[in-house]
Nanobody
């Protein structure tokens, strides 16, 4: 069993910053963790991903603006978002891949970028 709880979403003006957190708990270790987002009327897309070995990857749309990090001691995943744009508005989901092949999801946190 794994539980993922996102926090840190909210309303921010264009050009502003937010930091999202994803707290993981449970008895199953997560090898890979990632952030996805889904905007109204659009498909869910991968935003950023990382592994225990600290491999990181980003979507082209957020490269250079977002930073994914993982604190293994605290079992917490972060997404630092800078220079936010209106098109970043979406529900952001935390995802985790376990050693047994299962994928777990949080319930999401809403980020709204608007003036």
């Amino acid at each position: 069993q794994v539980q993922l709880v996102e926090s840190g979403g909210g309303l921010v003006q264009p050009g502003g910053s937010l930091r999202l957190s994803c707290a993981a708990s449970g008895s199953i270790s997560l090898i890979a963790m990632s952030w996805y987002r889904q905007a109204p009327g659009k498909q869910r897309e991968l935003v950023a991903a990382t592994t225990y070995g600290d491999t990181r990857t980003y979507a082209d749309s957020v490269e250079g603006r977002f930073t994914i990090s993982r604190d293994n001691a605290k079992n917490t995943l972060y997404l630092q978002m800078n220079s936010l744009k209106p098109e970043d508005t979406a529900v952001y989901f935390c995802g985790g891949g376990a050693t047994n092949g299962m994928v777990y999801w949080g319930k999401g946190t809403l980020v709204t970028v608007s003036s």
